[in-house]
């Protein structure tokens, strides 16, 4: 048995405590949520490693009485701009809906654009800006196109502050003949 310096088992227990550690701490965190209600109960995990840049966000909801699922999985990549990201949701009848876009970092600001493709495999176009000027005034706008390029749905939002004074403007479109502007949420991860 060889015996060793106490001050070189101090040093040894450092290093492999620091080795150890090192792994550990560029581990992905992973967070999960539970709820529960009457009808649904439902999960949702989100993991993220800062080291890469992606979070990814999971959730399952399930009827109680009928047993049906959705689903969705979302997720957003950090790039040098601002980010990507790709959500996917399916129904509890197994239509899906999907959304896929880029995320622009600007000086007061940041615009998205990207496609989506409803349940009913329909493909749009998806766009939205925003931004702040420092002094309190913002605007927002979004808008849906169809596959050929014409506008669904539009709203465009600004707001300015003056003498202490909040004022707020919202405008909204949209195209004959649709009822209700397609939805496709990006995901916040």
Known sequence: MIKTPSKARLLLVSITALALAAPLGAQEKTRTKTYESDRYTATQTTTVNRDTGTATRTGVATNRQTGNTATSIGVRQRTDTGSTVSLTQTGPQGRTRNLVGERVRTDDGSTFSG??????????????????????NSQASQSVTSSAGDTLASRS????????????????????????????RRPRG
Not at 119 to 133: F, K, L, P, W
Not at 157 to 184: H, K
Request: glycine letters at 16%.
């Open 157 to 184: 939002r600004v707001t300015t502050r003056s003498n202490g004074m909040v004022s707020s403007s919202v405008t909204r479109s949209r195209a004959e003949g649709v009822s209700r502007p397609p939805r496709a």
């Open 115 to 136: 496609t989506a493709t409803g349940r009913g495999g329909q493909s749009y176009g998806v766009a939205s800006s925003r931004s702040r000027d420092g002094q309190g």
